[in-house]
């Protein structure tokens, strides 16, 4: 237990007859940037709000650092800790500074730091502008930087990109993989399935209140065992040629599309065809290899 | 769960009354005291063919009046979204994620608003005091010293029970409404009920008791407090003749007040920590 900064165990969570979370068991080590994925309800949000402590679990027993959620030393775990909801609320009457030295002298961190932070995603400029006068995309870096007072281990990070335009969305991640070199654990959620596919170490896919499937992005992939496909590009009669190479292999489908081919086939199919479409020689003038997307993979758990 | 942090207590303290002193709330208030006070000390007798201030006593009871319309009202208005708002907004949430108990965090918003409305009520009544002190002697300002200072229990008991309405209530609408319930049954309703009940009986039931039930009351406590502590009035309401002396000294009466306050922002920390 002591190597994982997240342990969850028979986590239950009951709202009235209705159960939210079922049984969820998580482990997650230090340094991982871990993705919490699953359709609105399918309870995300109440294992987060479970593991911060702001909702008792029902049944089962969460740690985060080593220390039980809720126990006599949950204060000061809390110090080492950052969140960012999903819909950053902050207060309007505060300027930006002043927003993190509130949230600064409530985390015992020294106020120097804010500046810094407020450089860091982006908006010093602003730091003396009242929040009301703030759009959400800087509502959102706010919060971000108020997740990262006081340099949290943990990071919890609910829908992070929401209301962010795409290069401020670079900028974010170029932080978190920053944090990440730095050992920061990260755990965050979102619906934005491409974003994220590339950037976790592990995900989780949570659905019914339930962890259907937690692993590598590849690791998953392969677990599903969900078809890929090839695309080639190359000369004149290309598909004959391909659809003659490829006879008595176990290929799902090939379609044209302009002057690229699709070919899609079972994993184990691949390396048989890339020898025979090799035969082909200078007929070919691109091949690429594309695994199903996480979104692919997700609802390949669904269903 | 957690001891109590007074850091943590006072930063949030510090937030809420820096709210209210930046939006203009706190100097609102005052203005709107002090100008009450001097209408009532130099026009209160206009009805008797005079105008100009001439008693301490008859200010402060006709203060005593207005004030215990006003304030109850203010102090609702002023803590009734506490909890609600910030829940309702989502700033609840992230606030409660920070080393931060539910307890800290209601403490810190009651001290705060709490140093909103005295500051408020000091500075309100104490300039117009001020003004006033000229034209009257040293006792009668240790009177009116006495009223600032039940007029800020008064408050401070009606804010305790704005902060646990906040609590109870699940959005801001049903918060103002049940503040606004709150309002009318301690300061309209309350004397009527007993009133009704004794006039029915014709004296014959509860007479005894009858004491003893404003104590449920902290608009009639607020009352009772000022009215014995002015020669000039007390016999005026007749409260002489039916209230025991023991119940009637200020100690007694503060400290029901007191009662008041820690009561209900009690019940606000049992319901916020479930």
Same mark, same amino acid.
């Given at each position: ?35 919490? @994925?699953?359709? !609105? ?45 999903? !819909?950053?609320?902050?207060y309007d009457n505060l ?35 009242r929040?009301r ?6 509502? %959102? ?9 006081? %340099? ?12 962010? /335009? ?25 619906? @934005? ?45 290309? #598909? ?20 690229? @081919?699709?070919?899609? #086939? ?29 979104? /692919? ?7 | ?14 937030k809420e009354f820096q709210d209210r002193i930046r939006n203009r709330w706190v100097l609102a208030v005052a203005l709107v005291f002090t100008v009450f006070a001097l209408v009532i ?22 203060l005593?009046?207005l004030v215990i319309y006003l304030i109850p009202l203010i102090a609702l208005i002023l803590g009734f979204d506490a909890?609600?708002g ?23 918003k009651?001290?705060g608003l709490a140093g909103a409305l005295t500051f408020s009520t000091l500075a309100g009544f104490g300039a117009a005091g001020l003004i ?16 600032m200072?039940?007029a800020l229990?008064l408050g401070l008991?009606f804010l305790?029970?704005a902060?646990?309405?906040? $609590? ?8 103002s409404?049940?503040a606004i319930?709150?309002w ?24 005894? $008791?009858? +004491? ?29 003749? $039916? ?6 000294? +200020? ?15 009690? $019940? ?7």
């Amino acid at each position: 237990m002591a190597s994982n900064i997240v342990d969850a165990h028979g986590v239950t969570k009951n709202f009235g007859p209705v159960q939210a979370v079922k049984g969820v068991d998580l482990s997650i080590v230090p340094g991982e940037l871990f993705g919490l @994925i699953g359709h !609105n309800g399918a309870g995300k949000s109440t294992l987060f709000k479970m593991m911060l402590g702001l909702i008792p679990a029902s049944s089962g027993q969460i740690h985060l650092d080593g220390e039980a959620v809720g126990g006599p030393r949950f204060r000061d775990v809390r110090r080492r800790i950052g969140y960012l909801p999903e !819909n950053v609320v902050l207060y309007d009457n505060l300027t930006g500074l002043e927003t993190l030295h509130f949230f600064a002298d409530l985390k015992t961190v020294p106020r120097s730091s804010c500046t810094t932070l407020l450089d860091k995603v982006g908006l010093g400029h602003a730091r003396a502008r009242r929040v009301r006068e703030y759009s959400k995309g800087m509502r %959102q870096r706010l919060g971000f930087a108020q997740a990262l007072l006081g %340099q949290p281990r943990l990071l919890f990070l609910d829908e992070p990109t929401t209301g962010l /335009d795409p290069e401020a969305i670079r900028d974010f991640y170029r932080i978190l993989r920053e944090l990440r070199d730095e050992g920061v654990t990260m755990v965050l959620t979102s619906h @934005i399935l491409a974003e994220i596919q590339e950037r976790v170490d592990r995900l989780a896919i949570m659905e019914d209140g339930r962890i259907r499937a937690c692993g590598s992005v590849q690791a998953l992939r392969e677990a599903m065992n969900l078809p890929l496909t090839l695309e080639i590009a190359g000369g004149a009669g290309l #598909l004959e040629q391909v659809t003659r190479v490829l006879a008595g292999l176990a290929v799902e489908r090939i379609d044209e599309a302009g002057s690229l @081919i699709h070919i899609r #086939l079972p994993r184990e199919a691949k390396m048989p065809a890339l020898a025979r479409l090799a035969t082909l020689g200078e007929t070919l003038r691109d091949l690429q290899v594309h695994e199903p997307s996480l979104e /692919d993979v997700f609802f390949g758990y669904r269903n | 769960m957690f001891s109590i942090d007074f850091r943590q207590i006072g930063i949030v303290a510090g937030k809420e009354f820096q709210d209210r002193i930046r939006n203009r709330w706190v100097l609102a208030v005052a203005l709107v005291f002090t100008v009450f006070a001097l209408v009532i000390a130099y026009f209160g007798s206009a009805q008797q063919g005079s105008v100009g201030f001439h008693s301490i006593d008859v200010t402060i009871a006709s203060l005593v009046s207005l004030v215990i319309y006003l304030i109850p009202l203010i102090a609702l208005i002023l803590g009734f979204d506490a909890i609600v708002g910030e829940r309702e907004r989502g700033s609840l949430e992230l606030l409660l994620t920070l080393p931060i108990t539910r307890r800290e965090v209601i403490l810190g918003k009651y001290a705060g608003l709490a140093g909103a409305l005295t500051f408020s009520t000091l500075a309100g009544f104490g300039a117009a005091g001020l003004i006033l002190s000229p034209q009257i002697r040293l006792d009668a300002l240790f009177h009116y010293a006495g009223f600032m200072v039940s007029a800020l229990l008064l408050g401070l008991t009606f804010l305790s029970l704005a902060l646990m309405l906040s $609590v109870f209530a699940s959005d801001r609408t049903r918060a103002s409404g049940l503040a606004i319930a709150t309002w009318f049954f301690f300061v309209l309703v309350f004397d009527m009920i007993i009133l009704g009940a004794l006039v029915l009986t014709a004296g014959e039931y509860g007479g005894a $008791v009858f +004491p003893y039930l404003l104590l449920l009351n902290p608009a009639d406590v607020f009352r009772v407090l000022n009215i014995f502590s002015l020669d000039e009035v007390r016999t005026l309401y007749g409260l002489a003749t $039916v209230f025991p002396e023991a119940l009637s000294h +200020p100690a007694t009466l503060g400290g029901v007040m007191l009662a008041w306050i820690v009561g209900p922002l009690a $019940v606000a920390i049992w319901r916020f920590e479930r």
